[in-house]
């Protein structure tokens, strides 16, 4: 959760103020930051490009049944993902009024039908039990193209696929 990074982060100040160079924890804590650039870097390379490409986010806080941003993946993903000329469209059952205190440029949305309208590709970033509920063939058909990043594995991948979609997660390919 958001307590796992800056946990890391003290431990490793403790060991250097006690005169030893943590190295696990420091690959630990590298290993943690650099998840979230692969992440978009898989985005990337499977639309080919995110310039110009409207990118629905399903989830913001940093886990679920809580409106809590520290932390949470989906800011630095946005971000990277902004700064490749994405557009983002954002959903989150309760933490989108605290996401756009740190989020600028994105529009947020009161379902995650609507944030999927038009877009080229969903990303599943909190692991919300309604994301696991919804229909996604009704999904489908209001995108533009059918790519689902699924950054918590909620769901099957062979069911996904099936449906039409192309279904990337997360350590599984």
Not at 27 to 41: H, L, T
Request: hydrophobic share 45%; aromatic share 10%; charged share 25%.
């Amino acid at each position: 959760g958001s307590c796992f990074p800056k946990d890391v982060k003290a431990l490793i100040a403790i060991a250097k103020n006690k005169k030893y160079d943590f190295q696990l924890l420091k690959a630990v804590n590298q290993i943690n930051e650099d998840a979230r650039i692969r992440f978009v870097y898989k985005v990337e390379n499977t639309l080919g490009t995110v310039k110009g490409k409207t990118i629905a986010v399903w989830g913001l806080a940093f886990k679920p049944n809580t409106d809590d941003m520290r932390e949470a993946p989906s800011i630095e993903i946005i971000k990277l993902l902004q700064a490749k000329g994405a557009k983002i469209r954002a959903f989150d059952p309760v933490a989108s009024s605290n996401a756009a205190n740190v989020l600028s440029e994105v529009t947020y949305f009161k379902s995650p039908i609507e944030a999927a309208e038009g877009v080229h590709a969903i990303l599943l970033l909190t692991e919300w039990n309604e994301f696991k509920q919804l229909d996604l063939r009704e999904i489908k058909k209001v995108m533009k193209s059918p790519f689902i990043f699924d950054g918590r594995n909620i769901y099957d991948p062979a069911a996904v696929k099936a449906m039409g979609f192309v279904y990337k997660g997360v350590g599984r390919e």
